[in-house]
């Protein structure tokens, strides 16, 4: 079964500064799809950035970005230059075609 | 962009009634949406995976019977929670498939509260 673990229940960083949020999935599926999603404390889902597996080329987005290792099965998610407005509850999800699963999230704080 | 819209955000009902939430894609098509609950401090939990114009698809241990999915257009999926109990007050997420390679959006969300 497809699983997604997420290792960090928490993280913290100083404002400015960057942070990387650990992911692992496990699945014998060749095509699929990876999500991070940050949820504020309003709980409205938002998606961050997602990664096509066939894709080797890793995901950027302005200050977010992935190291997408998928021999080794592993979607990490680095925000660069932290905000305040970065603190949130953060999902890594597995989607292939009929499936979706989340991974337990990662309560990332930032410190002023 | 794509945008999902839910309704109610947040609802109190007696137990033993049932309540209807309702969750619909603005501006694109959604073939499958897909249905959450969420405790606190907890991740997302799929509860049903609904097809336009078929029988929605439970999760193992999601009583069918107690949560039933309509998905009776492409743009409009409904749950209904019947004979709501206390143990039902939860966090219900929807959200919605729009095409190939999108990422899901999600609605705002549902509390709902039973006493």
């Known amino acids: 079964a497809q699983t997604v673990t997420q290792s960090q229940p928490e993280m913290s960083v100083q404002e400015a500064e960057t942070v990387t949020l650990s992911c692992t999935y496990d699945t014998s599926e060749s095509d699929y799809y990876l999500f991070w999603y940050k949820q504020p404390p309003s709980r409205q889902m938002i998606l961050v950035i997602r990664?096509?597996?066939?894709?080797?080329q890793n995901a950027t987005e302005n200050r977010f970005s992935v190291n997408f290792q998928k021999a080794a099965k592993s979607f990490s998610l680095k925000i660069s230059d932290s905000q305040l407005g970065d603190a949130a509850m953060y999902f890594c999800a597995y989607r292939s075609l009929h499936l979706m699963r989340f991974g337990a999230g990662t309560r990332l704080t930032v410190k002023p | 962009g794509a945008v999902v819209s839910q309704h109610p955000s947040w609802v109190i009902c007696k137990s033993g009634t049932s309540v209807k939430i309702e969750c619909r894609s603005l501006?694109?098509?959604?073939?499958?949406m897909f249905w959450y609950r969420q405790f606190p401090k907890q991740s997302l939990m799929l509860m049903a995976t609904?097809?336009?114009?078929?029988?929605?698809?439970?999760e193992q241990g999601v009583e069918k019977d107690k949560f039933l999915i309509n998905h009776a257009s492409l743009t409009l999926s409904t749950l209904t929670v019947t004979s709501a109990h206390p143990e039902d007050s939860s966090f219900y997420i929807c959200s919605a498939q729009g095409g190939r390679g999108n990422g899901y959006t999600f609605g705002s969300g549902t509390r709902l509260t039973v006493v």
């Open positions: 609904s097809n336009e114009g078929s029988k929605a698809t439970y």
């Open positions: 501006d694109f098509q959604a073939t499958t």
């Open positions: 990664q096509e597996a066939y894709k080797q």
